[in-house]
């Protein structure tokens, strides 16, 4: 089993910057962990891919974050980091954290973290 805990979640003005981390526990190491991924779902909303990093620190983004949001990972610490710059009203939504594995195979989602964009 895998356990995840994102935080750095809050309230925060247009234009300002958050940094989400999610932290891992239990059968998670760099050599199972096939890909992390950030998801949000907005009030009413679909929950959406954000951002995801794999293999060889390859990264893709959602293109409404792409130049404002970064991932990011540590393997020594088996924590997954999401720098969110320039945030806007539109990206207020709960935050979840995704790894999925292998040997075992699993796929395992934290609790999410709100995150709201407001003046």
């Known amino acids: 089993q895998v356990q995840l805990v994102e935080s750095g979640g809050g309230l925060v003005q247009p234009g300002g910057s958050l940094r989400l981390s999610c932290a ?23 929950r959406e891919l954000v951002a995801v990093i794999a293999g060889g620190d390859r990264t893709n983004y ?32 709960v935050y979840y954290c995704n790894v999925r594995t292998i040997a075992p195979t699993g796929n395992y989602w934290g609790q999410g973290t709100q995150v709201t964009v407001s003046s």
């Open 62 to 93: 959602a293109d409404s974050v792409k130049g404002r949001f970064t991932i990011s990972r540590d393997n020594a610490k088996n924590t997954v980091y999401l720098q969110m710059n320039s945030l806007k009203p539109e990206d207020t939504a």
């Open 24 to 46: 891992a526990s239990g059968s998670i190491s760099s050599t199972n962990a096939m890909g992390w991924y950030w998801y949000r779902q907005a009030p009413g909303k679909q």
